[in-house]
């Protein structure tokens, strides 16, 4: 239905927008005419419609009154892009939203289609149509009325079409106004389908939110030169992590200024395109490696300086590499401790200018020429051939085109990944067979039972394409082990196709060459692929398998992690936590609705004193009036759980609605015996910190697990083959998002919890918590500001987690002690010079929600507005 009236945006181009855009009342007019005569007919249309005496079907009635219209806006000058500004002084008086109704249906309008089709024959035929409307037309007052708003029409249906097509030339022009009107515009299209659904995507996502596309020119200027590379920062960083350029530029601004991720995520969302904590992580994660890459990569440059084997085009290559695979590829045969290269050796040999000569001027190479008897390397003309060949086949091997052209190859074929059991491991297992008689010791039967684990992959093969993490994990695993070897598999066709494209086009002679030179260019180009090229291909493709499938086993991690953070806590009741057992029985922990230890107990479940157990049971119940019970899913958890469930469902603990649950308890006999329980409950069994844990994790998840090393929990898979440092660093990072994002009552809070709030560290939490022992609980936020080694950084980047609830402090605040020494420690702090402006000591009720410090004074206008 579209296809006629796009065939008008070639003309559409040659108007003004203003004109276009004044022409808007004589389209709504004509539109409306021809489409419902008889809802609404203005009188000068409906006397024009009664003049024309032959009644003839509206296509070609439109076709001629177009030819009629040709005479005032086509003058004898070959001048037509001046002709629309007749209606220039017209204003239209109809909304956008109202002239874009009219104009998709006009679209639908047969009459109007032959407008289009009209409009698009005599751009064609400029000159011959001209002559012939001139004689056509026979009243020259209705030519001027009639060609006014037809005239129009056609430029308004040029307008609209060629809108869907322009878009984001519109939205590129620089002018203010124009980009108001296109945003304008896209909210009255929401209804309506104009084929070109993408294009409007685009759009927004280049002015998304109203910000910028980039960040002005003074601040993108440093990196690139900070890092000294061939390729640019952002750009690069854009291109792996497929975020928009500005908002990678704003990122790398933000984390330069020492800004923490759910600072940014929560208190700078317009810089960073609304983007949630994992994405701007992963940016995070690319800008570091890029970092690294240009750090190691200058290293590199001052090594090889040092050694005196640095050219200008050995560091160019160097410092175009865009990851540490290109960077070693390059870089290894260079390595001091590396054996020296063939390449190298030709080269020592001066063959080099004899290479150049063969690919620039192979007419005047002559290879006895280099012939020297005696002299190893040089002593035959094959030894010599041999030795161009080698340099050949490092030029080709380390040619960034060449480089990009192989792996294209490889992305359209099928390549695979295959494993299967090893010799060494077969060997070592019939052995084991032979020898079943004898005693085994404690290591060869666990040696035995990984053998058993891989058989799945004793004889797989997979498109690398569609391999799963888990199984690209499990056969670095095997093959670590040396349980599994693993290669990939090129297909043929890539070497015949790369051989065919180096000696035919890349690696052609500039002259003609003879037969025997074109033998050794030949052979150059097939031990390149073969000795150099198909190893790096293989390098590069494991080490891709492997880097993605870490990267998926860390996202696992952390959302099975930030899962388990922020379950929803169970509070304002009595809990008991049961750390279950056989031998030494069921460890017992009442807590306190706010995790206080309210008592702790041994009692022996399964065994010849059930009832015995069951009453001492009871009165802890009532005594306490404790309802809920929490389980451990440790040993004799469900035999623990048949005795509870069996003691409710007689009602055994009656006046009181008991009722239990069954928790993780992972990390519980770990966390038991660290540092930081025995620093919280010195006195306490670590059998029985243990049931204090599992029955805390209920009342609230958040605060207990942050005590536990994440890795710990058992919530991820193969977390002892990813990177120890990167799988650390996106815990960490996930914990501070949990407890910033849910943020935490700075007067009760554990000095644990706050050690992960954002802009804070372990020092920093020691040292509120030694002021708040000290001077009691916080009244508002800018007593922060008092704490040793809270700088105006720190402070804004951990304020806005923070929360000071008045239940909490008027509670706390009831104590003697603190009242005393609140208002002499400010004083105090001012004399050294801590702070310049006097702290506040009355209660801020915006303390207690997520508005940051920094829009205070946007909420107090809100406020006193009465909004």
């Not at 005569?37 to 024009?48: A, D, G």
């Not at 509206?58 to 500004?85: I, L, N, Q, S, W």
């Not at 040793?788 to 950084?793: A, E, F, L, T």
Request: glycine share 6%; aromatic share 6%.
């Amino acid at each position: 239905m579209m296809r006629r009236p796009r065939t008008t945006t070639a003309k559409a181009v040659k108007y003004k927008e203003n004109e276009t855009m004044d022409s808007d009342l004589s389209f709504s007019q004509a539109v409306s005419s021809d489409e419902d005569s008889e809802e609404w007919r203005p009188p000068e249309p409906k006397q024009k419609a009664q003049s024309k005496t032959p009644r003839v079907p509206a296509t070609g009635e439109k076709k001629t009154a177009t030819k009629r219209t040709a005479k005032p806006k086509v003058p004898k000058e070959p001048k037509a892009p001046k002709v629309p500004r007749d209606p220039k002084p017209r204003a239209p008086q109809k909304p956008a939203a109202e002239r874009k109704i009219q104009a998709s249906k006009s679209s639908k309008d047969p009459a109007v289609s032959g407008l289009a089709a009209t409009k698009m024959k005599k751009t064609h035929n400029f000159g011959g149509d001209k002559e012939k409307t001139q004689n056509d037309c026979s009243k020259e007052e209705r030519a001027h009325e009639s060609g006014t708003s037809i005239r129009m029409k056609e430029e308004r249906v040029s307008f609209i079409v060629s809108e869907a097509h322009h878009t984001d030339e519109w939205a590129d022009e620089g002018s203010s106004q124009a980009g108001v009107r296109v945003k304008k515009e896209e909210g009255t299209d929401d209804d309506f389908t104009f084929d070109e659904p993408c294009l409007k995507k685009l759009k927004t996502s280049g002015t998304c939110r109203g910000q910028p596309p980039v960040l002005p020119p003074p601040k993108e200027g440093p990196l690139r030169n900070e890092l000294n590379m061939n390729w640019d920062l952002t750009e690069l960083l854009s291109t792996l992590t497929c975020v928009e350029q500005w908002v990678c530029q704003n990122i790398i601004a933000l984390l330069r200024e020492e800004n923490t991720v759910p600072f940014m995520v929560r208190y700078r969302k317009e810089m960073i395109n609304h983007m949630d904590a994992d994405a701007v992580r992963d940016v995070q994660t690319g800008y570091e490696e890029l970092c690294s890459l240009a750090k190691k990569t200058q290293s590199v440059i001052q090594t090889l300086k040092k050694d005196g084997v640095l050219t200008t085009e050995l560091e160019q290559n160097l410092r175009s590499c865009r990851s540490s695979d290109e960077l070693d590829h390059v870089y290894t045969p260079y390595k001091k401790g590396s054996k020296l290269t063939k390449a190298r050796r030709a080269k020592a040999l001066g063959l080099e200018e004899a290479a150049s000569a063969l690919m620039t001027t192979p007419h005047t190479l002559d290879l006895s020429s280099w012939v020297k008897p005696g002299t190893e390397g040089l002593s035959s003309v094959e030894e010599v051939a041999t030795g161009v060949e080698h340099i050949l086949a490092d030029i080709i091997a380390k040619d960034p085109e060449t480089l990009t052209y192989v792996k294209t190859l490889c992305e359209n074929s099928f390549v695979t990944l295959q494993s299967s059991v090893s010799k060494s491991a077969l060997k070592e297992k019939e052995q084991d067979k032979s020898d079943q008689g004898k005693k085994k010791m404690g290591a060869e039967q666990n040696k035995n039972k990984d053998f058993d684990k891989f058989h799945l992959y004793f004889d797989f093969t997979c498109n690398i394409q569609r391999i799963q993490p888990h199984q690209t994990l499990a056969i670095n695993r095997g093959e670590s082990l040396k349980i599994l070897t693993v290669k990939v598999n090129i297909p043929d066709k890539v070497k015949s196709e790369f051989t065919r494209w180096c000696i035919n086009s890349r690696w052609r002679p500039k002259t003609f060459a003879r037969e025997e030179l074109h033998a050794i260019i030949r052979n150059a180009v097939e031990d390149s692929y073969k000795r150099l090229v198909l190893p790096f291909l293989t390098r590069s493709y494991r080490t891709k398998l492997t880097s993605a499938a870490e990267k998926e086993s860390i996202a696992m991690f952390v959302r099975n992690l930030r899962q388990r953070l922020l379950v929803c806590p169970v509070r304002g009741c009595v809990i008991m936590g049961v750390d279950p057992g056989f031998r030494h029985g069921c460890k017992l922990a009442i807590l306190s609705p706010t995790s206080q230890i309210l008592h702790t107990d041994v009692a022996y479940l399964h065994n010849s004193e059930q009832q015995r157990q069951a009453d001492k049971l009871r009165h802890l119940m009532i005594k306490y009036s404790c309802t809920k019970v929490v389980i451990g899913n440790g040993t004799a958890c469900r035999e623990t759980e048949s005795f509870f469930a069996d003691l409710i469902s007689r009602r055994y603990f009656h006046p009181l609605d008991v009722s239990y649950c069954i928790t993780n308890e992972a990390g519980a006999s770990i966390y038991s015996v660290s540092p930081e329980a025995v620093k919280e409950m010195p006195d306490l069994d670590p059998n029985l910190r243990s049931a204090v844990s599992i029955g805390r994790r209920v009342q609230d998840p958040l605060a207990e697990l942050v005590k536990i090393d994440p890795k710990h929990i058992g919530i991820g898979t193969y977390q002892h083959d990813v990177s120890a440092g990167a799988l650390k660093a996106a815990l960490d990072g996930v914990v501070e998002e949990c407890v910033s994002f849910v943020g935490v009552d700075i007067n009760i809070c554990s000095e644990m919890l706050m050690r992960h709030v954002a802009g804070l560290n372990a020092g920093r939490a020691r040292s509120i918590a030694e002021w708040r022992e000290q001077n009691g609980p916080f009244i508002n936020r800018e007593q922060l500001k008092l704490v040793k080694g809270m700088g105006p950084k720190t402070y804004q980047q951990c304020a806005g987690f923070i929360r000071i609830n008045p239940q909490t402090l008027n509670s706390v605040k009831s104590l003697p002690q603190p009242a005393q020494t609140v208002s002499e420690k400010p004083a105090a702090k001012k004399g050294k010079g801590k702070t310049g402006v006097n702290i506040p000591t009355s209660l801020n009720p915006l303390d207690q929600t997520c508005i940051h410090p920094e829009s205070y004074h946007v909420a107090q206008r809100f406020w006193a507005s009465g909004l």
